[in-house]
């Protein structure tokens, strides 16, 4: 026999209950009663009929019977509705406790206590309450009108009072059972209902996880196959700033030749390569570590170490706490679109015989640069070039002949610029040359622009060998400079295309500068320039000596100066081939011939009774050759000068530079017995420290300061602190510059122990001053 706990078990546990619920649960509550109550009823009802017919209780026996019958039919009868078998049941154990409160009396209590509590059992907790009210009914009305057999002590005599004592009671542990029993199954029928709901919502959940499979299935199978690269990176395991990679699609492993398990862990800079924009990686890298979506266009490189463009967009993936987990790249290969546009830019702005930029990009690149000179003040220029007699080869020789000779022409030009400059082609045989930052002078710079367009003009005229043949084609160039009030670009070519025609109109295969007066003087500079290369050979070139005497006036040294004598322009002051000996580096050579003229003066000064010391100014691009010192040993050496009595004099500006080295090459030579001197001093380098350093012999106040003393005090201040601080230190000290005896008088009171100047004596030729000063003079 299956027991009402199995049953209830096999009810609960058993899926798929579904829409019979509790009716279904009452309805086998039902028949595991009727069974129950027929098995028991007919064990029990055995020994209590046999004991009624004994004792003549035929009521009792017809009860029981009929009540068994009744039972039996309702079990036996299934197809017959619940609530007809219900009730009838119901119905029955009413009738039962009736008849027992009339008849017999206790025993009706169970039967009509029974009554409410099967009603809430198996019909529902309203009708259970009404069950309760007819129970309390039946059992104050019948049991005092039919007086049964319930007494309660004390009140027999009042049995109304009685009754409604005993209704009371009844009634109260009959509710307490009924309502219990009522309760228990509303909350039993609300959590079968919400496990109901938890079951429909697992099988809806199962439902909806096997089409989000189905989904992702068929997503993973979409994205796998996408013709886009996809790269997801996971950003919460790792340090900041290296995503490792968690998954790739085919289209990236297509691409790219790497596989999911070679990028596994890894980051997407194994896709970096030599060519890789460094400030995109940069800018990515920062917009990810403050999570925002980011878009570029990247160089990458594949595994076999192919160079491809990417455009790629990446964007973070949040999880449920909306915290960014996963970084997502879509990326599409445009290489492509890159060369076309590569194409149409090399179309838009190069020109296609030479490669070189066209009109369109030399407009932009002149923009640039002029903007940047009026900031800088760095002057550049634009020499406008034109082939000369190239239409002659154009057409005795064909296009052809034509067009290879100007690709000579461009590879000529590359080869003579700085990276800095650049060539544009801008007509048939015409080319614009941008020097960029020629100097930062207008002089200095016209004489570099000119120097750059006398290497084009030398090498275009040269011959050019095309399939065989020899041409020859010179040019004719045009040169402005930039920049100037009011300049823009259209004023750089017009300049210097006028110059071009100018020089055409000369006769051609010449050089012509927009300003008359500019080029002028820069023709001078550049005549200068090659006949000083020709004074070093010529005999033009002589030093001659100004002596530096103490305050009485006798000469205690000499400093040894250079004249250029030209045979055409005669005198040429030093100021001015000085700086074009500097600038063009002939210097150097000036300088090596100056130490070998004052070493052969201190022999002749010597012979003639004058032991003098002889300074000989040395340049700084001179002093810093490599060779420098082994040049002077080796002119000590060979002519035999003495070189105690050798002064070399250098400027302050020698000492901002390499200020180690100087020392090392300055006392190596005192080791022999070369004296320094610092010229011009306090004019250049404004730190002291360098005099405890170097073995400097003397120092030379700057004409500038001795000019206006004694009267000026600020020059007076600093002639008195120049010649106290060389007291303490024990140098000698020589004012340049005296040409009044004020001046003198100033110096010489001042404590200044040697003087150079107009006032004692004029810069003049060793045999003249011999001849002026003999050496018994000196002997005295």
């Given at each position: 026999m299956t027991t009402l706990t199995q049953r209830f078990r096999r009810y609960v546990l058993t899926p798929g209950s579904g829409q019979a619920d509790m009716q279904q649960w009452r309805a086998q509550v039902l028949s595991a009663i009727l069974l129950t109550a027929l098995v028991l009823g007919f064990l029990t009802a055995i020994p209590s009929i046999t004991l009624a017919i004994r004792q003549g209780f035929w009521s009792v026996v017809a009860i029981d019977l009929v009540a068994l019958i009744w039972v039996a039919c309702l079990w036996c009868m299934p197809q017959w509705s619940f609530k007809f078998r219900a009730w009838n049941l119901l119905i029955l154990l009413y009738i039962l406790g009736i008849w027992f409160l009339i008849k017999v009396g206790p025993v009706s209590q169970i039967y009509l206590m029974a009554f409410p509590v099967m009603t809430a059992l198996l019909i529902g907790f309203r009708p259970a309450i009404f069950g309760l009210l007819i129970n309390a009914i039946s059992m104050l009305g019948i049991g005092y009108l039919a007086q049964a057999n319930l007494h309660i002590d004390h009140l027999s005599d009042q049995p109304l009072v009685q009754w409604v004592v005993i209704t009371l009671n009844f009634t109260f542990i009959s509710s307490v059972i009924t309502i219990s029993c009522g309760v228990l199954l509303q909350r039993l029928e609300r959590s079968l209902d919400a496990q109901l709901a938890i079951s429909d919502s697992l099988k809806a959940g199962q439902s909806n996880l096997r089409a989000a499979n189905a989904a992702l299935r068929l997503n993973a199978a979409a994205l796998s196959r996408l013709n886009d690269i996809v790269i997801i990176m996971d950003v919460g395991s790792h340090q900041q700033g290296e995503h490792q990679i968690v998954f790739v699609n085919d289209a990236f492993e297509r691409r790219t030749g790497y596989s999911l398990e070679e990028v596994s862990g890894k980051t997407v800079a194994l896709l970096y390569g030599p060519n890789t924009q460094q400030q995109e990686v940069k800018r990515i890298t920062i917009a990810l570590q403050e999570g925002d979506t980011v878009h570029a266009e990247l160089i990458k490189y594949s595994k076999s170490g192919e160079q491809f463009w990417v455009e790629t967009d990446i964007i973070p993936l949040a999880d449920e706490q909306g915290q960014a987990s996963h970084w997502v790249a879509v990326e599409r290969d445009i290489t492509e679109r890159k060369q076309a546009e590569q194409q149409l830019y090399q179309l838009e702005y190069f020109d296609v015989l030479t490669g070189l930029p066209n009109r369109r990009l030399m407009m932009d690149r002149l923009d640039i640069l002029l903007a940047t000179a009026r900031r800088t003040g760095l002057i550049s220029a634009v020499l406008c070039i034109d082939l000369d007699h190239f239409k002659y080869i154009n057409d005795a020789l064909g296009h052809a002949v034509g067009d290879s000779l100007l690709v000579h022409v461009t590879q000529r030009l590359k080869t003579l610029l700085r990276e800095v400059d650049s060539v544009a082609r801008i007509g048939g045989d015409e080319f614009v040359v941008i020097i960029s930052n020629v100097a930062s002078d207008i002089g200095a710079g016209a004489l570099g622009a000119l120097a750059v367009a006398e290497k084009?003009?030398?090498?275009?005229?040269?011959?050019?060998?095309?399939?065989?043949?020899?041409?020859?084609?010179?040019?004719?160039?045009g040169v402005t400079l930039l920049p100037k009030a009011e300049q823009n670009i259209d004023d750089l070519l017009r300049e210097a295309d006028t110059a071009m025609n100018r020089a055409k109109a000369a006769g051609r295969n010449q050089i012509a500068f927009f300003e008359a007066n500019m080029q002028a003087e820069v023709e001078?500079?550049?005549?200068?320039?090659?006949?000083?290369?020709?004074?070093l050979n010529g005999d033009q070139l002589q030093m001659v000596m100004q002596a530096q005497v103490n305050h009485e006036g006798i000469p205690e040294g000499a400093e040894l100066l250079m004249r250029w004598m030209h045979p055409e322009r005669g005198a040429i002051s030093p100021a001015l081939f000085i700086p074009i000996a500097e600038e063009s580096g002939m210097i150097v050579q000036l300088g090596d011939w100056a130490l070998l003229q004052g070493c052969l003066a201190l022999l002749r000064l010597e012979r003639a009774g004058w032991p003098l010391t002889l300074s000989i100014n040395v340049s700084p691009k001179q002093f810093r050759q490599t060779d420098?010192?082994?040049?002077?040993?080796?002119?000590?050496?060979?002519?035999?000068?003495?070189?105690?009595?050798?002064?070399?004099?250098?400027t302050e500006g020698l000492l901002i530079n390499n200020l180690q080295e100087t020392i090392e090459r300055m006392h190596t030579l005192a080791r022999l017995g070369v004296r320094f001197s610092i010229d011009d001093f306090g004019t250049g380098y404004s730190s002291l420290a360098y005099l405890k350093k170097l073995p400097i012999y003397e120092l030379k106040i700057d004409k500038s300061f001795v000019d206006d003393t004694p009267a000026d005090p600020n020059d007076t201040a600093i002639v008195q602190s120049i010649l106290s601080m060389a007291s303490h230190l024990g140098l000698r000290v020589v004012a340049e510059g005296v040409e009044t005896q004020q001046q003198a008088d100033f110096l010489i009171a001042s404590g200044c122990a040697c003087l150079q100047g107009y006032l004692y004596c004029r810069p003049t030729p060793i045999d003249v001053w011999l001849e002026k000063n003999p050496a018994l003079v000196l002997q005295s």
């Open positions: 084009i003009h030398a090498a275009l005229a040269e011959p050019f060998e095309i399939d065989g043949q020899t041409y020859n084609s010179g040019c004719s160039i001078q500079r550049l005549t200068l320039t090659r006949d000083l290369a020709k004074a420098f010192v082994d040049k002077v040993i080796a002119v000590l050496h060979e002519t035999g000068a003495p070189a105690s009595r050798l002064v070399l004099e250098v």
